[in-house]
């Protein structure tokens, strides 16, 4: 069995959300980290486990950090890691995988189901094994608790309740 450890410096594990219903804001956890492990070279009987840390959350804005820091969203203080832990994968093509799994997030666990792209292994740096993935997923944030909301003057909301996953992970063969 072969375990590969994220490589943070060459991963983004980014998310979206819209906002006041017109545009959408994106941020990223930029603690994180990443196992997995896997038998096959094409990696599709992977065990995939995932965690980042709340308190890296950056949206380019300090006030709406702290924010999604608060007991309003992630509340950090009280749970301070999200983590997924996949249960299945599913082979669509050479490249193209569905991967389910637990996600978790301010203590709630549920099901999600992942787009996953297999972009290749090569050699690194130092003759290292490199896979590189990109993943897709969207989630509904009011399932994790993360019920904070407003509307605007003339009754539009402020946040939306879908969040769009995006993570680029670049893999290092242990």
Do not use: C
């Not at 301070?80 to 996600?103: A, H, Q, R």
């Amino acid at each position: 069995m072969a375990t590969w450890k994220i490589d943070q410096a060459h991963s983004e594990i980014k998310f979206k959300v819209k906002h006041l219903v017109v545009s959408s804001v994106t941020g990223q956890f930029t603690s994180f980290d990443g196992t997995v492990e896997s038998y096959k070279p094409n990696f599709s009987d992977a065990k995939i486990s995932f965690e980042a840390e709340v308190n890296s959350i950056n949206t380019k804005n300090v006030q709406r950090d702290e924010h999604l820091k608060s007991p309003d969203f992630f509340d950090a203080a009280n749970h301070p890691k999200l983590t997924f832990v996949s249960k299945s994968i599913t082979k669509k093509s050479d490249e193209e995988y569905i991967v389910v799994g637990d996600i978790t997030i301010r203590g709630t666990s549920k099901e999600i189901s992942l787009n996953v792209t297999y972009n290749g292994t090569a050699k690194g740096f130092g003759g290292v094994d490199v896979a590189g993935f990109e993943i897709a997923g969207k989630l509904n944030r009011f399932d994790f608790g993360l019920q904070w909301n407003a509307l605007t003057e003339v009754g539009g909301i402020v946040v939306g309740d879908e969040v769009k996953i995006e993570i680029t992970a670049e893999l290092q063969k242990a």
